[in-house]
């Protein structure tokens, strides 16, 4: 089991991987069965209730630092097993050693650069003894890395998650289970869909002036076909454990 970050985990990857649905994948590295999960940074909860509904894990907490999909989760229809909450890594409402997986889709480079030491804390501790840390996040590369970095360069703050991550390891605070790249599916029916699911998202405050806007859409629109615009999103999964 490689547990040394120096040489089993990398920023980048020379092949982006296989193209994957994430939840397949879930369940093929994790034992999902009657597990208790907190999910860090769940937004609008694709995922979360896509996962309760394979009918395998006991619970999801799923948290959302943004007051407004908060709100938009708690009002949408309510899914056996979920609980939604208002809260963030740096402070996660679960007690000690009670979860048997935590989630970070996408998740870890939006937390600030000063808590993300203090956020895998969090993380190690709600984890019980073997427990498991899902950490996927997104590579800055591919076609659609090429629109958001026009609005949005997350070059930095993926490095320094990455980093943590490579610290919390190195420290002995989890083990390496395993390191994937893969890729998962984005399609948007027209750029409307982009705008408001991408730029106008809610935890973000984008304000792209005339100019810039028209680039973005240009950018977009290249990929633009019959059926909408794909995209291929390239992710670097670090799956850790919690040493028993």
């Not at 006991?58 to 009002?75: C, F, G, K, T, Y």
Request: aromatic content about 6%.
């Amino acid at each position: 089991m490689p547990n040394d970050p120096a040489t089993a985990m990398h920023l980048i990857d020379a092949e982006p991987g296989p193209l994957t649905d994430e939840l397949v994948l879930m369940a093929a590295l994790m034992p999902l069965a009657d597990a208790h999960v907190v999910e860090l940074g769940c937004g609008a909860a694709i995922v979360t209730r896509k996962l309760a509904g394979l009918g395998k894990v006991r619970s999801i907490l799923a948290l959302e630092v943004d007051r407004v999909q908060h709100a938009a989760n708690l009002a949408a229809p309510p899914v056996a097993g979920v609980e939604f909450a208002l809260g963030g890594a740096e402070s996660i409402p679960a007690d000690d050693a009670t979860a048997d997986i935590v989630l970070m889709l996408k998740s870890l480079h939006h937390v600030p650069d000063d808590a993300l030491d203090q956020a895998l804390g969090e993380v190690r501790r709600v984890l019980r003894p073997g427990g498991l840390a899902w950490i996927a996040e997104p590579v800055f590369a591919g076609a659609f890395n090429e629109v958001i970095r026009l609005f949005n360069d997350e070059q930095v703050v993926r490095a320094r998650a990455f980093e943590a991550v490579t610290r919390a390891v190195a420290s002995g605070a989890f083990e390496l289970v395993e390191e994937r790249f893969f890729r998962v599916p984005l399609r948007f029916a027209d750029f409307a869909t982009f705008e408001q699911r991408v730029i106008g998202a809610t935890y973000r405050d984008h304000h792209l002036s005339p100019e810039l806007l028209a680039e973005v859409r240009c950018r977009f629109e290249a990929h633009l076909g019959p059926d909408g615009a794909h995209f291929d999103q390239p992710l670097r999964l670090d799956l850790l454990r919690r040493p028993a």
